[in-house]
């Protein structure tokens, strides 16, 4: 049987083994709480699952859809404003290569399922990971501009109220065009 195959047969107990792994890296109760399957009273579980639900699928496929990033973003946007490090916050996708490994160690030991599929899956995580740290270093440096504008308009603000005025220059990430020298 193919590893695409196994994958397929062997969804649900992937999925639930892979999110019980993403759930343990939430401290304390958060960990109790994210396991609650409630659109309303769980957001942040309820939408990390259905993520990983979609992307599993997609890693079944032959090609990577459109859908993959908006997927990866899904996921990475709840991390990203918590309090992780970067690689903590996407390595939760590298634990599907674990659960695919743990699931699967006899046929994979007996060499039933060929190096080369298991190779190509495991290609097929690493690129979602590329993607994902690229998505989530964008909404790590918009938080960060969005705490930089916030701190900005108290600051003037505070000025504004002692009859100071305060004017910040606009920053540019790009080159500069100016014929300043």
Not at 53 to 69: T, V
Not at 86 to 113: M, N
Not at 124 to 133: E, G, H, P, S, Y
Request: aromatic share 8%; net charge negative.
């Amino acid at each position: 049987m193919t590893l695409a195959a196994l994958l397929a047969q062997n969804r649900e107990q992937i999925l639930d083994r892979w999110f019980d792994l993403i759930v343990r890296t939430y401290p304390g109760l958060s960990a109790v709480f994210l396991k609650k399957n409630h659109r309303w009273g769980n957001p942040v579980g309820t939408n990390i699952h259905g993520a990983i639900e979609k992307l599993y699928d997609e890693m079944l496929q032959p090609e990577a859809s459109n859908d993959l990033a908006p997927l990866l973003d899904t996921v990475v946007r709840i991390r990203a404003v918590q309090d992780y490090m970067p690689s903590e916050a996407v390595a939760i996708l590298l634990f599907v290569k674990h659960v695919v490994r743990e699931r699967f160690a006899a046929e994979i030991d007996s060499g039933a399922i060929p190096a080369r599929e298991l190779h190509e899956f495991d290609n097929k995580v690493d690129t979602m990971m590329l993607i994902a740290f690229d998505l989530y270093t964008k909404c790590r440096n918009t938080v960060m501009e969005n705490r930089l504008d916030d701190f900005k308009r108290n600051f003037t603000g505070l000025m504004r109220k002692h009859k100071i005025i305060v004017e910040y220059p606009k920053f540019d990430s790009g080159t500069s065009e100016s014929g300043d020298g």
